[in-house]
């Protein structure tokens, strides 16, 4: 089945600098990967997703990349602010006949420092 | 207002007393999923349903059953409770599953500790 490993668990800078979460997955047919943040004491909202006929796709501040080849995904934060604090989460899934799963990262704790 | 709703938000029980935690969207979703959240490992499946009627396992189905008799209810059972199903439960729901309206809302959570 598929496996999704994240990367970093941590990841703390400087108010303005740049954060880059990177996952890679193992089942070669995934085609849908959302990123979900979740703030302290609070439920996982998603915020960008790509699917796997799109190689980048940007909002604003935050852009996700995809390498199919390499079976890698990407999360980027340009731009941080303090509010951009939380845990992020990245998945996968195969979206074919009935299979409904969502596998997701172990989760990367973002710390943005005034 | 559109959402999803969990009940109870925090239960403390002690193994083997069978216990329900309820789950309810109002945006006449298709798809509803359960998941467990443990520091260290993520978000992971417990159960899916596809649509009413139909149910599947997901990564860590183990000691929970479901059923999806109605649209908007999609109840966890855990049928004899133990230690390791302590942990931060999640419901989610969206309108698809594998196609461009698979948001998935998630619900606010029950925290469970088997004592």
């Known amino acids: 089945g598929e496996n999704v490993e994240q990367h970093p668990s941590t990841l703390s800078v400087q108010e303005g600098d740049s954060a880059v979460i990177k996952c890679t997955y193992s089942d070669s047919a995934s085609n849908y990967f959302p990123w979900y943040k ?4 609070k439920r ?3 915020i960008i997703d790509i699917r796997s006929n799109v190689g980048e796709k940007k909002d604003q501040r935050i852009a ?22 939380a845990v992020y989460f990245c998945a996968a899934s195969t979206r074919s006949g009935n299979t ?9 704790t973002l710390q943005v420092k005034p | 207002e559109a ?8 239960l403390i029980t002690v193994t083997g007393k069978k216990l329900t935690v309820t789950c309810s969207q109002n945006m006449n979703h298709e798809y509803m999923s359960w998941y467990r959240q443990d520091p260290g490992l993520g978000l992971r499946q417990i159960y899916y349903s ?3 009627e139909v149910t599947d396992k997901g990564d860590v189905p ?24 302590t942990s931060l439960y999640f419901c989610a729901s969206s309108l698809s599953f594998g196609t461009s309206t698979d948001t998935q809302y998630f619900g606010p959570g029950t925290r469970l500790t088997v004592l």
């Open chain 1, 38 to 41: 979740q703030e302290l004491g």
């Open chain 1, 44 to 46: 996982p909202q998603l």
């Open chain 1, 64 to 85: 996700v990349t995809l390498n199919k080849t390499a079976k890698h995904f990407s999360l980027h934060i340009t731009e941080t602010q303090p509010e951009d604090s």
């Open chain 1, 100 to 108: 409904g799963k969502l596998i997701f990262g172990q989760g990367t």
């Open chain 2, 3 to 10: 959402q999803v709703t969990q009940n109870p938000r925090y």
């Open chain 2, 50 to 52: 596809m649509n009413v």
């Open chain 2, 62 to 85: 183990e000691g929970y059953k479901v059923s999806r008799k109605e649209k908007r209810n999609f109840p966890l059972i855990l049928e004899s409770p133990s230690p390791n199903q």
